[in-house]
């Protein structure tokens, strides 16, 4: 109903890197979606691949069967709320219901349902972690608390914004321990069981990493690495991390209604932040206050996630777990602080009231007749080298297989003597994310390359300057019998597409 997914992580790596990953070209292609991207495990991206390009005639199957993710997250949040608000009164049910739509409905979850984020995927194998945590916790089953860590860490080595609900995960599995008055045994059956979920999901690329650029995170921590492929720094996460103390403390306050909808937070992490501090207060301060299991665990999820996503990321699109938790804890609060039916007439006002705010709009673009649609043959030949300037490698895999791909070029404001505000644009990700070193390694490659070069670009008036071109050794050849212009559907990030004959400078 929202249209085809057309956000930049789309265009940019999403299709790249399960088609690099399924035809072995992850060590052929040199970042073609560029340095920070390329290397991201592609397994939560293979099956997204595999509809989009079998069902390229069928758009809004690919799209049905995308948003069934989100029936998975929504069924791994029932059977946590039902062991979360346990009750057999109408009150109890009514409580458990609207508990769970206020979970399940979040500006991040609804907004990203059918997208190529794989942040639905991951919420929804969290969600299950923690099914598994509760079942431990009201049962007392400890092989459960070990299937909660294992996914919870298996999520994580999948894709690494999951880590936050894994960290409160692992904080609610190290609870149940203790208050089971577990013997040590069980503390290192535990971190085994998260050590290899972690490393059955990841292992694989962190030991390909290491031996092919230097570091197992490549280009995270390569202050401690030292990669020669990127600067030796810590490479930043971005924006929206807090800085100062009033961020870090009030966050989600200050951002419920931010502009800028990758920034923006939702309502339920107040919620959630506020029930945190309340039950945490009642229970220093009130003689003879004890958490209930759920209780407990919900402080443990809440707190685990909140605090790891908060220095990590900050982010909205990051912040499934953290609303569905945010939104438990919140129910949680109002069970202990009022009378049944008063909680649950307050779930029913709360969540009626977020259902009347707007959605947000993300970046979508009407369905039409495949997945995707190019308005002119883009002849690539056999033997050729073809490097890519701005992210779209999400074209590679429609283009000539026998072909060989590099990217990472940047549009430099210094290089192109252009402000930084009209080359921005084409400049999505911060300054820092382009400082890879792959340029020696490209020119040298097109050097030895016995075929022709050609370079595919954004349309821009910049792409005709010798100085993007500079550090690869080769130049554009404008001429109109060696380009060839086209746009493809989707995409909302560029004017249209150029791929040119390059000539090279030696």
């Known amino acids: 109903m929202s249209g085809q997914d057309v956000c930049f992580d789309f265009q940019n790596y999403h299709l790249y890197i399960p088609y690099a990953f399924l035809h072995g070209r992850l060590a052929w292609d ?39 993710y989100y029936g998975l997250f929504l069924f791994a949040l029932w059977k946590c709320a039902a062991l979360l608000l346990p009750g057999d009164s109408r009150a109890a049910k009514i409580t458990r219901l609207f508990a769970f739509c206020l979970a399940g409905s979040g500006l991040a979850a609804v907004g990203q349902v059918g997208r190529f984020t794989n942040e639905i995927q991951t919420a929804w194998l969290g969600v299950c972690a923690c099914w598994f945590l509760l079942k431990s916790a009201c049962g007392g089953k400890r092989g459960n608390l070990y299937w909660a860590v294992f996914i919870a860490a298996f999520t994580a080595g999948l894709k690494y914004t999951a880590g936050p609900a894994a960290v409160g995960v692992c904080l609610g599995g190290a609870y149940v321990l203790v208050r089971g008055k577990s013997p040590w045994r069980a503390y290192v059956y535990a971190a085994l069981a998260a050590a290899a979920g972690f490393l059955l999901a990841d292992g694989y690329f962190l030991y390909t990493k290491w031996v092919e650029l230097g570091s197992p995170l490549f280009p995270y921590f390569n202050h401690i690495f030292k990669s020669p492929y990127f600067a030796p720094e810590s490479l930043p996460n971005g924006f929206a991390t807090p800085r100062g103390v009033k961020e870090w403390l009030f966050l989600p306050f200050l951002r419920w209604n931010f502009p800028v909808l990758e920034y923006r937070l939702d309502i339920r992490l107040i919620l959630g932040l506020v029930s945190f501090w309340v039950l945490a207060g009642w229970r220093i301060f009130v003689k003879k206050a004890v958490f ?19 220095l990590l990321f900050g982010n909205m699109r990051y912040a499934v777990c953290l609303e569905a938790f945010s939104a438990w804890l919140f129910a949680l609060a109002l069970k202990r602080f009022m009378p049944l039916r008063a909680a649950a007439v307050v779930l029913v006002v709360v969540w009626s009231g977020l259902m009347l705010i707007p959605p947000a709009t993300w970046h979508r673009h009407p369905f039409v007749e495949k997945t995707m649609v190019f308005s002119a043959d883009v002849p690539v030949p056999d033997d050729a080298f073809v490097l890519i ?89 404008p001429s109109a019998e060696d380009c060839r212009f086209f746009t493809v559907s989707p995409d909302v990030l560029y004017d249209g597409f150029v791929l040119c004959k390059a000539q090279k400078a030696s």
């Open 30 to 68: 040199i970042i073609p979606a560029g340095a920070l991207h390329t290397f991201f495990n592609p397994l939560l991206d293979v099956p997204s691949y595999l509809l989009f390009t079998s069902l390229s005639s069928w758009p809004r199957t690919v799209g049905f069967l995308m948003g069934g």
């Open 292 to 310: 209930s299991v759920q209780e407990a665990v919900g402080m443990c999820l809440f707190a685990g996630t909140y605090g790891a996503w908060v």
């Open 389 to 477: 300037a701005g992210h779209l490698s999400f074209l590679v895999p429609f283009l000539n297989p026998q072909a060989r791909y590099a990217g990472g070029v940047w549009f430099s404001p210094e290089k192109l003597h252009a402000p930084a505000a009209e080359v921005k644009r084409f400049n999505w990700l911060q300054p820092a994310d382009y400082q890879h070193r792959f340029a020696p390694r490209i020119k040298s490659e097109i050097v030895r390359h016995p075929g022709p070069v050609y370079i595919l670009a954004p349309v821009s008036q910049w792409m005709w300057k010798d100085e993007l071109w500079a550090d690869y050794g080769v130049r554009v050849v």
